[in-house]
T-cell receptor, first 110, second 115 residues
Framework: QKEVEQNSGPLSVPEGAIASLNCTYS??????FFWYRQYSGKSPELIMS????GDKEDGRFTAQLNKASQYVSLLIRDSQPSDSATYLCAVNMDTDKLIFGTGTRLQVFP | EPEVTQTPSHQVTQMGQEVILRCVPI?????FYWYRQILGQKVEFLVS????????KSEIFDDQFSVERPDGSNFTLKIRSTKLEDSAMYFC?????????????FGSGTRLTVV
């Protein structure tokens, strides 16, 4: 079965620190990879997408993809309390549906 | 910024009743989706819809579920005879293209409570 795995957390980091969120996926034909942020009771909000090996930076966020290791990560620099949320890793595999992980809950404390 | 609009935000229904969840996708998007999230669990794919037909559906999307784009703007999810286990947040999403690296835009969701 095609799976996306994430540590459920919570991951607790102090304000200003780097938060590192990790995700592994099972299907080697996966094509596109997404990080969504979800606040409690709200819908997923796209933060980053990546589909080539390497790093992709957007402001305080960096997505890293390693297809050989079937691993994708999200770094959040200068973490703020407003970054406290659940971060969902999602993967397009062989169709256009998204397979989501269970999410990692991030807590940024002042 | 364009939005995907979902109504109602919260629906309470009795077991066995039919419900229709409504969505207005972004106007130039061509691919439409329904996902659900049971409380505390992962977001799960239900169905994708393109060119007025279902392009893919999951095992969850059984004969009790149907989708429709009745008028070129709305996109609806109907559950014919609701069960307690259908209680979840239902998210509509739309995308400008298939396997779009920009991802989907999700609506704000409908919380369905079956009692």
């Amino acid at each position: 079965q095609k799976e996306v795995e994430q540590n459920s957390g919570p991951l607790s980091v102090p304000e200003g620190a780097i938060a590192s969120l990790n995700c592994t996926y099972s299907d080697r034909v996966s094509q596109s990879f997404f990080w969504y942020r979800q606040y409690s009771g709200k819908s997923p909000e796209l933060i980053m997408s990546i589909y080539s090996n390497g790093d992709k930076e957007d402001g305080r966020f960096t997505a890293q993809l390693n297809k050989a290791s079937q691993y994708v990560s999200l770094l959040i620099r200068d973490s703020q309390p407003s970054d406290s949320a659940t971060y969902l890793c999602a993967v397009n595999m062989d169709t256009d549906k998204l397979i989501f992980g269970t999410g990692t809950r991030l807590q940024v404390f002042p | 910024e364009p939005e995907v609009t979902q109504t109602p935000s919260h629906q309470v229904t009795q077991m066995g009743q039919e419900v229709i969840l409504r969505c207005v996708p972004i106007s130039n998007h061509l691919y439409f989706y329904w996902y659900r999230q049971i409380l505390g669990q992962k977001v799960e794919f239900l169905v994708s819809f393109y060119n007025n037909e279902i392009s893919e559906k999951s095992e969850i999307f059984d004969d009790q579920f149907s989708v429709e784009r009745p008028d070129g703007s709305n996109f609806t999810l109907k559950i014919r005879s609701t069960k307690l286990e259908d209680s979840a947040m239902y998210f509509c999403a739309s995308s400008v293209g298939r396997l779009n690296p920009a991802g989907y835009t999700f609506g704000s969701g409908t919380r369905l409570t079956v009692v």
